[in-house]
Protein backbone atom coordinates (compact mmCIF):
# COMPACT_ATOMS: atom_id res chain seq x y z
CA UNK A 1 0.00 0.00 0.00
CA UNK A 2 1.23 3.19 -1.03
CA UNK A 3 0.08 7.03 0.12
CA UNK A 4 0.32 10.18 -1.80
CA UNK A 5 -1.20 13.44 -1.95
CA UNK A 6 -4.06 11.96 -0.26
CA UNK A 7 -4.37 9.04 -2.26
CA UNK A 8 -3.90 5.31 -1.05
CA UNK A 9 -3.21 3.25 -3.83
CA UNK A 10 -3.15 -0.45 -2.95
CA UNK A 11 -3.67 -4.08 -4.75
CA UNK A 12 -6.89 -4.86 -5.91
CA UNK A 13 -8.57 -8.13 -6.04
CA UNK A 14 -11.36 -10.02 -7.26
CA UNK A 15 -14.20 -8.38 -5.47
CA UNK A 16 -12.54 -4.68 -5.38
CA UNK A 17 -14.87 -3.64 -8.40
CA UNK A 18 -17.74 -5.18 -6.02
CA UNK A 19 -16.33 -2.90 -3.13
CA UNK A 20 -15.84 0.46 -4.96
CA UNK A 21 -19.59 -0.04 -6.23
CA UNK A 22 -20.54 -0.30 -2.82
CA UNK A 23 -18.75 2.62 -1.84
CA UNK A 24 -20.16 5.04 -4.30
CA UNK A 25 -23.56 3.80 -3.03
CA UNK A 26 -22.28 4.97 0.48
CA UNK A 27 -21.05 7.91 -0.97
CA UNK A 28 -23.71 9.17 -2.83
CA UNK A 29 -25.99 8.72 0.57
CA UNK A 30 -24.07 11.03 2.12
CA UNK A 31 -21.64 8.93 4.27
CA UNK A 32 -18.12 10.95 4.71
CA UNK A 33 -16.85 7.84 6.69
CA UNK A 34 -16.24 5.02 4.44
CA UNK A 35 -13.17 6.13 1.40
CA UNK A 36 -14.34 7.62 -1.81
CA UNK A 37 -13.26 4.89 -4.94
CA UNK A 38 -11.31 6.82 -7.05
CA UNK A 39 -10.30 3.91 -9.95
CA UNK A 40 -9.40 0.26 -10.85
CA UNK A 41 -7.03 0.24 -13.03
CA UNK A 42 -4.04 -2.86 -13.40
CA UNK A 43 -4.54 -4.59 -10.37
CA UNK A 44 -4.24 -1.45 -8.22
CA UNK A 45 -7.24 0.47 -6.89
CA UNK A 46 -7.17 4.25 -5.85
CA UNK A 47 -8.88 5.70 -3.14
CA UNK A 48 -8.98 8.73 -1.25
CA UNK A 49 -7.66 8.85 2.16
CA UNK A 50 -9.22 9.50 5.06
CA UNK A 51 -7.55 11.41 7.13
CA UNK A 52 -6.80 10.24 10.90
CA UNK A 53 -5.13 7.27 12.69
CA UNK A 54 -5.76 3.72 11.78
CA UNK A 55 -4.01 0.73 12.19
CA UNK A 56 -1.81 -0.19 15.12
CA UNK A 57 -2.49 3.68 16.20
CA UNK A 58 -6.08 2.56 16.50
CA UNK A 59 -5.75 0.65 19.74
CA UNK A 60 -5.61 3.48 22.17
CA UNK A 61 -8.32 5.54 20.76
CA UNK A 62 -11.04 3.44 21.90
CA UNK A 63 -10.10 2.18 25.65
CA UNK A 64 -12.43 5.29 26.70
CA UNK A 65 -16.16 4.31 26.71
CA UNK A 66 -16.84 7.17 24.31
CA UNK A 67 -14.31 6.07 21.77
CA UNK A 68 -16.21 2.36 22.32
CA UNK A 69 -19.22 3.75 21.56
CA UNK A 70 -18.50 5.99 18.57
CA UNK A 71 -17.50 2.85 17.25
CA UNK A 72 -20.41 1.18 17.22
CA UNK A 73 -22.23 4.23 16.68
CA UNK A 74 -19.93 4.44 13.00
CA UNK A 75 -21.16 0.63 12.19
CA UNK A 76 -24.51 1.35 12.97
CA UNK A 77 -24.62 4.56 10.82
CA UNK A 78 -22.92 2.65 7.79
CA UNK A 79 -25.49 -0.62 7.95
CA UNK A 80 -28.13 1.34 7.97
CA UNK A 81 -26.91 3.27 5.13
CA UNK A 82 -26.15 0.62 2.62
CA UNK A 83 -28.96 -2.02 3.70
CA UNK A 84 -30.94 -0.98 0.56
CA UNK A 85 -27.98 -1.35 -2.00
CA UNK A 86 -28.64 -3.76 -4.86
CA UNK A 87 -25.41 -5.01 -5.91
CA UNK A 88 -24.30 -5.74 -9.54
CA UNK A 89 -25.21 -9.17 -10.78
CA UNK A 90 -21.87 -10.07 -11.21
CA UNK A 91 -21.02 -8.97 -7.54
CA UNK A 92 -17.79 -11.05 -6.40
CA UNK A 93 -17.85 -10.77 -2.46
CA UNK A 94 -14.72 -11.27 -0.50
CA UNK A 95 -15.97 -13.73 2.06
CA UNK A 96 -18.81 -16.31 1.21
CA UNK A 97 -22.22 -14.62 1.92
CA UNK A 98 -24.29 -15.78 4.91
CA UNK A 99 -27.76 -16.32 5.04
CA UNK A 100 -29.87 -15.51 8.44
CA UNK A 101 -31.75 -12.54 9.80
CA UNK A 102 -31.35 -8.73 9.33
CA UNK A 103 -29.31 -9.03 6.60
CA UNK A 104 -26.74 -6.12 5.55
CA UNK A 105 -23.64 -6.02 3.79
CA UNK A 106 -21.47 -7.10 6.27
CA UNK A 107 -17.79 -5.19 6.94
CA UNK A 108 -16.43 -8.62 7.80
CA UNK A 109 -13.12 -7.30 9.23
CA UNK A 110 -14.54 -4.83 11.69
CA UNK A 111 -11.31 -4.10 14.22
CA UNK A 112 -10.08 -0.85 15.67
CA UNK A 113 -7.21 -0.98 13.57
CA UNK A 114 -9.56 -0.71 10.55
CA UNK A 115 -11.44 2.30 11.90
CA UNK A 116 -10.66 5.91 11.23
CA UNK A 117 -9.91 7.93 14.31
CA UNK A 118 -9.97 11.38 15.08
CA UNK A 119 -9.67 12.97 18.80
CA UNK A 120 -10.43 9.34 20.05
CA UNK A 121 -13.29 9.56 17.66
CA UNK A 122 -14.19 6.83 15.49
CA UNK A 123 -14.88 9.05 12.19
CA UNK A 124 -14.24 6.14 9.23
CA UNK A 125 -14.53 2.57 8.18
CA UNK A 126 -11.71 1.39 6.31
CA UNK A 127 -10.43 -2.17 4.00
CA UNK A 128 -13.28 -3.58 3.12
CA UNK A 129 -11.63 -6.61 1.54
CA UNK A 130 -14.05 -8.77 3.23
CA UNK A 131 -17.32 -7.32 2.09
CA UNK A 132 -20.63 -9.96 1.69
CA UNK A 133 -24.16 -9.97 2.90
CA UNK A 134 -24.36 -10.76 6.32
CA UNK A 135 -26.65 -10.98 9.46
CA UNK A 136 -26.20 -7.60 10.80
CA UNK A 137 -25.11 -9.55 14.16
CA UNK A 138 -22.23 -11.01 12.26
CA UNK A 139 -20.04 -7.65 12.23
CA UNK A 140 -21.10 -6.70 16.00
CA UNK A 141 -19.90 -10.04 17.21
CA UNK A 142 -16.82 -9.67 15.04
CA UNK A 143 -16.32 -6.28 16.83
CA UNK A 144 -17.35 -7.24 20.39
CA UNK A 145 -14.19 -9.63 20.33
CA UNK A 146 -11.59 -7.34 19.90
CA UNK A 147 -13.52 -3.96 20.84
CA UNK A 148 -14.19 -5.11 24.23
CA UNK A 149 -11.99 -7.37 24.09
CA UNK A 150 -12.94 -10.99 24.29
CA UNK A 151 -9.54 -12.48 24.93
CA UNK A 152 -7.05 -12.89 28.15
CA UNK A 153 -6.19 -10.66 30.56
CA UNK A 154 -2.73 -10.94 29.19
CA UNK A 155 -3.64 -10.11 25.99
CA UNK A 156 -5.76 -7.11 26.71
CA UNK A 157 -2.59 -5.40 28.31
CA UNK A 158 -0.03 -6.39 25.80
CA UNK A 159 -1.18 -6.54 22.67
CA UNK A 160 -4.70 -4.08 22.93
CA UNK A 161 -2.48 -1.88 25.42
CA UNK A 162 -5.07 -1.04 27.89
CA UNK A 163 -3.51 0.26 31.43
CA UNK A 164 -5.71 -2.22 33.29
CA UNK A 165 -8.01 -5.43 32.81
CA UNK A 166 -11.19 -3.72 31.14
CA UNK A 167 -14.43 -4.78 32.78
CA UNK A 168 -15.37 -6.61 29.78
CA UNK A 169 -19.03 -6.93 30.64
CA UNK A 170 -19.34 -3.25 30.81
CA UNK A 171 -18.27 -2.80 27.43
CA UNK A 172 -20.23 -5.17 25.85
CA UNK A 173 -22.92 -3.12 27.21
CA UNK A 174 -21.65 0.40 25.86
CA UNK A 175 -21.16 -1.21 22.53
CA UNK A 176 -24.43 -3.01 22.24
CA UNK A 177 -26.59 0.05 23.61
CA UNK A 178 -24.40 2.83 21.37
CA UNK A 179 -24.77 0.78 18.31
CA UNK A 180 -28.85 0.07 19.07
CA UNK A 181 -31.93 -2.32 18.61
CA UNK A 182 -30.12 -4.97 18.70
CA UNK A 183 -32.05 -8.45 19.23
CA UNK A 184 -31.28 -10.43 22.98
CA UNK A 185 -28.53 -12.62 22.22
CA UNK A 186 -25.75 -15.03 23.46
CA UNK A 187 -22.48 -12.96 23.50
CA UNK A 188 -20.44 -16.05 24.02
CA UNK A 189 -22.14 -18.14 21.30
CA UNK A 190 -22.76 -15.26 19.00
CA UNK A 191 -19.32 -14.56 18.81
CA UNK A 192 -17.18 -18.04 18.85
CA UNK A 193 -20.04 -18.71 16.01
CA UNK A 194 -18.27 -15.64 14.18
CA UNK A 195 -14.62 -17.08 15.09
CA UNK A 196 -15.45 -20.34 14.30
CA UNK A 197 -16.63 -18.71 10.64
CA UNK A 198 -13.21 -16.58 9.89
CA UNK A 199 -11.18 -19.16 11.31
CA UNK A 200 -12.82 -21.58 8.15
CA UNK A 201 -12.48 -18.70 6.41
CA UNK A 202 -8.91 -18.28 6.89
CA UNK A 203 -7.85 -21.98 6.31
CA UNK A 204 -9.55 -22.16 3.20
CA UNK A 205 -7.45 -18.87 2.18
CA UNK A 206 -4.22 -20.17 3.12
CA UNK A 207 -4.94 -23.30 0.68
CA UNK A 208 -5.64 -21.63 -1.86
CA UNK A 209 -1.96 -19.65 -1.38
CA UNK A 210 -3.76 -16.10 -0.62
CA UNK A 211 -1.51 -14.15 1.75
CA UNK A 212 -0.92 -13.22 4.39
CA UNK A 213 -3.56 -15.72 5.55
CA UNK A 214 -1.36 -18.81 4.19
CA UNK A 215 1.67 -17.49 6.60
CA UNK A 216 -0.40 -17.31 9.36
CA UNK A 217 -1.44 -20.65 8.83
CA UNK A 218 1.99 -21.65 8.78
CA UNK A 219 2.53 -19.93 11.55
CA UNK A 220 0.01 -21.72 13.90
CA UNK A 221 -2.72 -18.92 13.57
CA UNK A 222 -5.38 -22.04 13.37
CA UNK A 223 -4.32 -23.18 16.80
CA UNK A 224 -4.49 -19.89 18.72
CA UNK A 225 -7.76 -18.97 16.92
CA UNK A 226 -9.05 -22.61 18.78
CA UNK A 227 -7.23 -21.75 22.12
CA UNK A 228 -8.84 -18.13 22.14
CA UNK A 229 -12.38 -19.47 20.92
CA UNK A 230 -11.77 -22.33 24.16
CA UNK A 231 -10.79 -19.27 26.50
CA UNK A 232 -14.13 -17.61 25.40
CA UNK A 233 -16.50 -20.77 26.37
CA UNK A 234 -14.44 -21.35 29.61
CA UNK A 235 -15.00 -17.62 30.54
CA UNK A 236 -18.75 -17.27 29.88
CA UNK A 237 -19.65 -16.46 32.82
CA UNK A 238 -17.47 -13.14 32.99
CA UNK A 239 -19.73 -11.84 29.95
CA UNK A 240 -23.01 -12.83 30.74
Not at 13 to 30: C, D, E, I, M, Q
Not at 178 to 197: C, H, I, N, S, W
Not at 225 to 232: D, K, N
Amino acid sequence: MRIADGVVTRPAGPSSPTVHAYLRHLRAAGLTCVPEPIGLSGGVETLRLLEGESGGDGWYHQHTDEGLASAARLLRTVHDAGKDWVPPGDATWGAPPVDGPDLVHSHGDVGPWNVVWRDRQAVGLIDWDYLHPGPRLDDVAYALRWFVPLRSDALALEWHHFPAVPDRRSRIAVFCEAYGDLPDFDVVEVVTARMEATRVLMAELARRGQEPQRTWVDEGALDREAAEIAWIRGHAADFA
